[in-house]
């Protein structure tokens, strides 16, 4: 048995008030598992910040631990396909939300829901991924399997963390990617990850009336939705795809089919929570094969356990830049 540290979320039953706070727990703590890992990095996600935050309807039972994703090493394993120090990375299965998650120097979970770390990869690059960028590259490989136009690729929620990981994989396979961001202070930012144009969120949102207008775009990864999202399906090349990842610009979609029915516009949700363990493998070994490393460390900012309920709140307002990495250990 011995101690760890971890941000507990607890919760006052009498002001329904949540509170977030570093605290040393024991073994005795953790939820029952099958697979014991000593985390060494989580990171920073939208999900994060809610559940940092009153939960948004995400979390099941307080005290918490949030963080929806980690690396690490396996301490124990009751499961053959782990052994202790095996090095481990755990995306999606609610993780975070209705179980404990990353935001520990210890984490137990089903075996189902790890893959082993791809060879390439550390774990600390592994997390400066994420959720985030793993979302990234199954948006990308969605569009792939759909097939990509001619003309850029549209990414919209650019210089956060999705946005950030789909214009550097984009970019280095070769397409075109206009990059779609509120914060012209980063136009330096999303050059350096690949993004060949710039196009100012008003662009979109502001200009595009009509359900159709120029056919423009060759495929978007989209990590905004709203009025965002309705207005650039108008946009696409004929045939293209929209992979829809996110919505932090609003749940609604003020659309009409008409870009579905006269322009054959797909619009493909992207989900990386239930993502089966072969999927999972494949798009981590296609990020450690198709992301570049240096373009990679120009989007991470570190950060440590007591850093969280200040990044938890600015992830919400959109204020983050790239990817936050979280050494548990710091
Ligand atoms: P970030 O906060 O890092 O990035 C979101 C970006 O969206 C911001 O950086 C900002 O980009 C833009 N944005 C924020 N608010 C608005 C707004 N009101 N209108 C237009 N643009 C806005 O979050 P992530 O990249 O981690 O996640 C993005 C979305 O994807 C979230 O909704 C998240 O919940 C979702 N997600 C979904 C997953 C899935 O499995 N489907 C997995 C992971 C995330 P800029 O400043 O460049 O304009």
Redo the contacts with the bound molecule.
């Keep these: 048995m011995s101690d760890f540290n971890a941000l507990v979320v607890e919760k006052d039953e009498e002001t329904g008030k949540t509170s977030a706070m570093v605290k040393q727990l024991s073994d005795a703590d953790l939820p029952d598992g099958e697979v014991t890992v000593a985390v060494e990095y989580s990171t920073?996600?939208?999900?994060d910040?809610?559940c940092i935050g009153p939960g948004g309807g995400l979390v099941r039972k307080y005290p918490h631990v949030p963080g929806?994703d980690f690396a690490g090493k396996v301490e124990s394993s009751s499961d053959p396909r782990y052994k202790a120090g095996d090095k481990v990375v755990l995306?999606?299965w609610r993780v975070g939300e209705a179980h404990w998650g990353g935001y520990s120097q210890k984490a137990s979970v089903k075996a189902d829901w790890l893959v082993p770390l791809p060879e390439g990869l550390d774990t600390r690059q592994a997390m400066a991924v994420?959720?985030?960028g793993?979302?990234?590259m199954?948006?990308v490989m969605a569009l792939e399997d759909h097939g990509i136009k001619s003309g850029p690729v549209l990414v919209?929620?650019?210089?956060?963390?999705?946005?950030?990981?789909a214009t550097a994989i984009l970019a280095n396979l070769g397409h075109e990617v206009a990059?779609?961001?509120?914060?012209p202070e980063?136009e330096d930012y999303?050059k350096s990850l690949g993004a060949t144009q710039i196009v100012a969120?008003e662009e979109i949102?502001e200009t595009v009336k009509r359900p159709l207008e120029g056919e423009t775009w060759g495929g978007c990864v989209d990590?905004?939705?709203?009025?965002?999202l309705a207005r650039l399906l108008g946009q696409m090349q004929y045939g293209a795809s929209v992979a829809?990842?996110?919505?932090?610009?609003?749940a609604g979609l003020p659309a009409t089919v008409i870009p579905f029915l006269l322009r054959g516009v797909n619009l493909l949700?992207?989900?990386?929570?239930m993502q089966p363990y072969d999927n999972r493998l494949r798009a981590w070994e296609r990020i450690a094969r198709d992301l570049p490393m240096t373009k990679l460390e120009a989007m991470v900012q570190p950060a440590s356990l007591s850093d969280l309920p200040e990044l938890g709140r600015d992830?919400?307002?959109?204020?983050?830049?790239?990817?936050v990495v979280v050494d548990v250990n710091a």
């Design positions: 920073v996600n939208y999900k910040g809610l929806i995306t999606g994420g959720t985030a793993f979302t990234a199954l948006a919209t929620g650019a210089a956060g963390g999705v946005g950030s990981v990059a779609v961001t509120g914060r980063t999303l969120r949102n990590a905004v939705g709203g009025e965002m829809a990842v996110g919505l932090a610009g609003g949700g992207i989900d990386s929570v992830i919400l307002k959109g204020q983050v830049k790239g990817r």
